[in-house]
């Protein structure tokens, strides 16, 4: 069996597939993307297609190396997001050909389900309470919101006790055991960022996300000294070499690979082995597509330190489509309580509607992120 064909599809509402087609007929799915990069990532796609066609999809990890490092240059989030949609196919492809999901070719399911939280709040959070409520109407044990508007690297006390007023009103209207995760955002700056951590520790969160830029993850070491909330990170981070440092550090409790962002699931799942022999958790970031979550649970199905899993149904970036309808069967994604189930169906267990892809193509997209900027003029951390 050989690899014929490579396509990319840009769909809204801001995500980029891809399709593997083999000489025997299958195919595989994939989902490589940067938000707000995907026309630069399609082009890396399409220059790594030079080594792929031709050769044996089987072969992942020979195609993973050598698409790692043929290249002189290596790393970061448009190679390695290329090379993560393209894995993805490739495991597709495999699970199809032996008739298996991809995680009974991994060793096999150490869980039944995996729990998932919802997101609440938008970019700038505002009516959470409510959202919180609708969330656990909906089943959900848990959710995550972002915890601040911008901020400069000093900035008001006011807006730290915005923040706590936010979150003491989800922990008194929904009780001591929901979860509640606070994403910082990257936009949070060390000064501020001790301050916010330490007065958030009363109201018990499930942990706090990028509380400063992963350029900066020295001053994690600074935040740990100031809270016991669970330090969780790593979604601007793409491979296991990005990782081994802070591991070794030990101040993270947390980490957040993106399947799509951080060489696929050949790469994901030596992180998350990586993390186990460290005693540190993961909860994988997904803020993204069907494709990128049927391969999170893929590898969350396989390992044993997963304890809670991001997904996109209904997040406020997700207008005009959303995950379910690029599926043939939407059932495949109905959470129960707050777990997903193992996907059991070949390969990824989704079948994507190809025809329903192609249309939504001429569409397309070309999403940024905002810009923002701080009432002196600078750029503002989205």
Partial sequence: MRIKEIETFRVPPRWLFLKITTDEGLVGWGEPIVEGRASTVEACVHELSEYLIGNDPMRIEDIWNTLYRSGFYRGGPILMSAIAGIDQALWDIKGKFYNAPIYELMGGACRDKVKVYSWIGGDRPADVLEQANKAKENGFQAIKMNATEELQIIDSYSKIDNVLERVAMIREGLGADFGIGIDFHGRVHKPMAKILAKELEQFRPMFIEEPVLAENNEALKEVARHSNIPIATGERMYSRWDFKKILQEGYVDIIQPDLSHAGGITECKKIFSMAEAYDVAVAPHCPLG?????????????????????????????????????????????????????????????????????????????????????????????
């Fill in 290 to 382: 069907p494709i990128a979550l049927a391969a999170c649970l893929q590898v969350d199905t396989t390992s044993y330190n997963v304890f809670i899993q991001e997904q996109s149904l209904g997040i406020h970036y997700n207008k005009g489509n959303d995950v379910l309808d690029y599926l043939n069967d939407q059932s495949v994604f109905k959470f129960e309580n707050g777990y997903a189930k193992n996907l059991t169906a070949p390969g990824l267990g989704i079948s994507v509607n190809e025809s329903y892809v192609r249309e939504k193509q001429k569409e397309g997209h070309n999403w940024k992120n905002p810009i923002w900027r701080h009432e002196d003029g600078t750029v503002a951390e989205w």
